[in-house]
Protein backbone atom coordinates (compact mmCIF):
# COMPACT_ATOMS: atom_id res chain seq x y z
CA UNK A 1 0.00 0.00 0.00
CA UNK A 2 0.80 3.64 0.08
CA UNK A 3 3.42 4.64 2.41
CA UNK A 4 3.89 8.19 4.37
CA UNK A 5 7.00 8.88 6.24
CA UNK A 6 7.39 11.43 8.73
CA UNK A 7 10.35 12.88 10.64
CA UNK A 8 11.60 13.23 12.92
CA UNK A 9 9.99 10.45 14.80
CA UNK A 10 10.75 11.67 18.35
CA UNK A 11 12.25 14.64 19.28
CA UNK A 12 12.64 16.47 22.51
CA UNK A 13 12.93 20.56 22.48
CA UNK A 14 13.93 23.27 24.93
CA UNK A 15 10.39 25.19 25.97
CA UNK A 16 10.51 28.25 23.78
CA UNK A 17 12.01 26.95 20.97
CA UNK A 18 10.47 25.67 17.55
CA UNK A 19 10.26 22.59 16.17
CA UNK A 20 9.26 21.34 12.54
CA UNK A 21 7.91 17.75 11.61
CA UNK A 22 7.91 16.44 8.07
CA UNK A 23 5.18 14.55 6.33
CA UNK A 24 6.09 13.19 3.13
CA UNK A 25 4.19 10.60 0.47
CA UNK A 26 6.10 8.62 -1.11
CA UNK A 27 4.92 6.85 -3.86
CA UNK A 28 1.82 8.93 -4.50
CA UNK A 29 0.57 12.56 -5.09
CA UNK A 30 -1.14 14.40 -2.22
CA UNK A 31 -3.06 17.48 -2.73
CA UNK A 32 -4.29 17.41 0.66
CA UNK A 33 -2.56 16.33 3.71
CA UNK A 34 -4.17 16.02 7.25
CA UNK A 35 -2.23 16.50 10.62
CA UNK A 36 -3.53 15.42 14.79
CA UNK A 37 -2.56 15.31 17.57
CA UNK A 38 -2.97 12.59 20.42
CA UNK A 39 -2.27 12.86 24.08
CA UNK A 40 -1.55 9.96 26.61
CA UNK A 41 -4.57 7.59 26.68
CA UNK A 42 -6.29 9.83 24.18
CA UNK A 43 -8.07 9.43 20.75
CA UNK A 44 -6.55 10.85 17.48
CA UNK A 45 -8.14 14.64 17.29
CA UNK A 46 -7.62 16.38 13.87
CA UNK A 47 -5.60 19.94 13.98
CA UNK A 48 -5.98 20.95 10.61
CA UNK A 49 -6.16 20.17 7.00
CA UNK A 50 -2.63 21.15 4.55
CA UNK A 51 -4.07 22.12 0.96
CA UNK A 52 -1.57 21.98 -1.30
CA UNK A 53 -0.66 25.75 -2.40
CA UNK A 54 -3.06 27.40 -0.29
CA UNK A 55 -3.83 28.05 3.06
CA UNK A 56 -4.64 25.38 5.80
CA UNK A 57 -7.72 24.98 7.80
CA UNK A 58 -7.53 24.79 11.51
CA UNK A 59 -10.17 22.79 13.44
CA UNK A 60 -11.75 24.79 16.22
CA UNK A 61 -9.03 25.79 18.79
CA UNK A 62 -6.44 25.59 17.24
CA UNK A 63 -4.32 28.42 16.80
CA UNK A 64 -2.91 28.87 13.68
CA UNK A 65 0.12 31.29 14.67
CA UNK A 66 1.64 28.41 17.23
CA UNK A 67 0.70 25.77 14.61
CA UNK A 68 2.23 26.48 11.34
CA UNK A 69 1.66 24.16 7.81
CA UNK A 70 2.92 24.32 5.03
CA UNK A 71 2.36 22.36 2.06
CA UNK A 72 4.48 23.70 -0.40
CA UNK A 73 4.70 20.48 -3.02
CA UNK A 74 2.11 17.54 -3.97
CA UNK A 75 4.77 15.08 -1.71
CA UNK A 76 5.43 17.34 1.41
CA UNK A 77 3.57 19.18 4.49
CA UNK A 78 5.29 20.10 7.27
CA UNK A 79 4.10 21.10 10.51
CA UNK A 80 6.55 23.41 12.91
CA UNK A 81 4.96 24.27 16.59
CA UNK A 82 6.29 27.48 17.12
CA UNK A 83 7.29 28.98 20.82
CA UNK A 84 6.92 25.64 22.22
CA UNK A 85 5.85 24.72 25.75
CA UNK A 86 5.28 21.30 28.06
CA UNK A 87 1.71 21.45 26.96
CA UNK A 88 2.83 21.35 23.39
CA UNK A 89 3.92 17.49 23.95
CA UNK A 90 2.52 15.23 22.17
CA UNK A 91 2.22 12.51 19.40
CA UNK A 92 1.23 14.22 16.30
CA UNK A 93 0.73 12.30 12.68
CA UNK A 94 -0.32 13.16 9.92
CA UNK A 95 -2.11 11.39 7.10
CA UNK A 96 -2.81 11.51 3.31
CA UNK A 97 -5.55 10.45 1.06
CA UNK A 98 -4.66 7.80 -1.27
CA UNK A 99 -7.68 6.94 -3.77
CA UNK A 100 -10.54 5.57 -1.13
CA UNK A 101 -7.97 5.53 2.40
CA UNK A 102 -6.06 7.67 4.41
CA UNK A 103 -2.54 6.46 4.77
CA UNK A 104 -0.71 7.23 8.26
CA UNK A 105 2.64 8.63 9.15
CA UNK A 106 4.53 6.64 11.95
CA UNK A 107 3.73 9.54 14.20
CA UNK A 108 6.17 11.94 16.36
CA UNK A 109 6.79 12.50 20.05
CA UNK A 110 7.17 15.63 20.74
CA UNK A 111 8.50 16.54 24.29
CA UNK A 112 8.71 19.81 25.34
CA UNK A 113 11.47 20.14 28.62
CA UNK B 1 -19.96 12.51 9.86
CA UNK B 2 -22.34 9.95 11.84
CA UNK B 3 -20.77 8.87 15.34
CA UNK B 4 -19.76 5.72 16.05
CA UNK B 5 -20.09 3.59 19.68
CA UNK B 6 -17.52 0.72 20.51
CA UNK B 7 -16.91 -1.32 23.31
CA UNK B 8 -14.20 0.76 25.83
CA UNK B 9 -11.92 -3.02 25.37
CA UNK B 10 -11.97 -6.50 24.83
CA UNK B 11 -9.94 -9.37 25.20
CA UNK B 12 -9.14 -12.33 23.19
CA UNK B 13 -6.94 -15.27 22.96
CA UNK B 14 -4.40 -15.98 20.86
CA UNK B 15 -5.90 -17.88 17.41
CA UNK B 16 -9.57 -17.43 18.47
CA UNK B 17 -11.52 -15.15 16.28
CA UNK B 18 -12.11 -11.51 17.44
CA UNK B 19 -15.20 -9.81 16.70
CA UNK B 20 -15.09 -6.20 17.21
CA UNK B 21 -18.91 -4.53 17.13
CA UNK B 22 -19.53 -0.89 16.53
CA UNK B 23 -22.88 1.01 16.59
CA UNK B 24 -23.81 3.70 13.75
CA UNK B 25 -26.92 4.17 13.82
CA UNK B 26 -27.12 7.60 12.60
CA UNK B 27 -25.11 6.50 9.41
CA UNK B 28 -26.02 8.15 6.25
CA UNK B 29 -26.55 6.67 3.33
CA UNK B 30 -23.80 7.98 1.48
CA UNK B 31 -21.69 7.16 4.28
CA UNK B 32 -18.87 4.40 4.27
CA UNK B 33 -17.55 2.26 7.73
CA UNK B 34 -14.16 2.27 7.81
CA UNK B 35 -11.90 0.29 10.52
CA UNK B 36 -8.27 1.62 11.27
CA UNK B 37 -6.56 0.39 14.32
CA UNK B 38 -3.41 1.52 16.46
CA UNK B 39 -0.42 -0.10 18.06
CA UNK B 40 0.81 1.65 20.57
CA UNK B 41 3.39 4.58 19.93
CA UNK B 42 2.22 3.85 15.88
CA UNK B 43 0.46 5.97 13.57
CA UNK B 44 -3.18 4.02 12.83
CA UNK B 45 -3.44 1.55 10.48
CA UNK B 46 -6.03 1.07 7.29
CA UNK B 47 -7.64 -2.43 7.79
CA UNK B 48 -11.17 -2.34 6.27
CA UNK B 49 -14.04 -0.44 4.36
CA UNK B 50 -17.60 -1.04 3.23
CA UNK B 51 -20.63 0.45 1.87
CA UNK B 52 -23.60 -1.80 1.90
CA UNK B 53 -21.97 -5.66 1.06
CA UNK B 54 -19.73 -7.26 3.57
CA UNK B 55 -16.25 -7.24 2.96
CA UNK B 56 -13.12 -9.66 3.03
CA UNK B 57 -9.55 -8.64 2.98
CA UNK B 58 -6.37 -10.10 3.91
CA UNK B 59 -6.30 -8.90 7.51
CA UNK B 60 -10.33 -8.88 8.43
CA UNK B 61 -13.72 -9.44 7.31
CA UNK B 62 -16.44 -6.76 7.77
CA UNK B 63 -20.23 -7.42 8.06
CA UNK B 64 -22.70 -4.53 7.93
CA UNK B 65 -26.43 -5.44 8.84
CA UNK B 66 -28.87 -4.75 6.71
CA UNK B 67 -30.29 -1.58 8.18
CA UNK B 68 -26.16 -0.44 8.36
CA UNK B 69 -26.68 0.56 11.86
CA UNK B 70 -24.32 -1.43 13.22
CA UNK B 71 -21.01 -3.42 11.75
CA UNK B 72 -18.79 -6.12 13.35
CA UNK B 73 -15.36 -6.52 12.34
CA UNK B 74 -14.24 -9.84 12.35
CA UNK B 75 -10.07 -10.62 12.98
CA UNK B 76 -10.71 -14.63 11.89
CA UNK B 77 -7.44 -15.35 13.92
CA UNK B 78 -6.07 -12.90 16.55
CA UNK B 79 -2.21 -12.97 16.75
CA UNK B 80 -0.80 -11.13 19.89
CA UNK B 81 0.39 -8.59 17.26
CA UNK B 82 -2.97 -7.69 16.70
CA UNK B 83 -3.23 -6.03 20.18
CA UNK B 84 -3.94 -2.68 19.52
CA UNK B 85 -6.87 0.01 19.66
CA UNK B 86 -9.53 -0.18 16.82
CA UNK B 87 -11.30 2.58 16.12
CA UNK B 88 -14.41 2.03 14.12
CA UNK B 89 -15.39 5.31 11.06
CA UNK B 90 -17.88 6.16 9.59
CA UNK B 91 -17.74 9.29 7.01
CA UNK B 92 -18.21 10.28 3.55
CA UNK B 93 -16.36 8.58 0.80
CA UNK B 94 -15.15 11.94 -0.84
CA UNK B 95 -14.16 13.46 2.21
CA UNK B 96 -10.11 13.27 1.57
CA UNK B 97 -9.03 11.54 4.77
CA UNK B 98 -10.54 13.87 7.29
CA UNK B 99 -11.53 11.24 9.84
CA UNK B 100 -12.88 11.97 13.17
CA UNK B 101 -11.85 9.56 15.81
CA UNK B 102 -13.84 8.05 18.86
CA UNK B 103 -12.02 6.32 21.41
CA UNK B 104 -11.73 3.02 20.17
CA UNK B 105 -11.60 -0.60 21.33
CA UNK B 106 -8.90 -1.69 23.37
CA UNK B 107 -8.33 -5.49 21.62
CA UNK B 108 -6.11 -7.51 23.75
CA UNK B 109 -5.05 -10.47 22.46
CA UNK B 110 -3.55 -12.95 24.95
CA UNK B 111 -1.61 -16.10 24.98
Known amino acids: GAVVSQHPSWVICKSGTSVKIECRSL??????MFWYRQFPKQSLMLMAT?????????EQGVEKDKFLINHASLTLSTLTVTSAHPEDSSFYIC?????????FGQGTRLTVV | DAKTTQPTSMDCAEGRAANLPCNHS???????VYWYRQIHSQGPQYIIH???NNETNEMASLIITEDRKSSTLILPHATLRDTAVYYC????????????FGAGTQVVVTP
Open chain 1, 95 to 103: SASGGDEAF
Open chain 1, 27 to 32: DFQATT
Open chain 1, 50 to 58: SNEGSKATY
Open chain 2, 26 to 32: TISGNEY
Open chain 2, 50 to 52: GLK
Open chain 2, 89 to 100: IVRVGNSWGKLQ
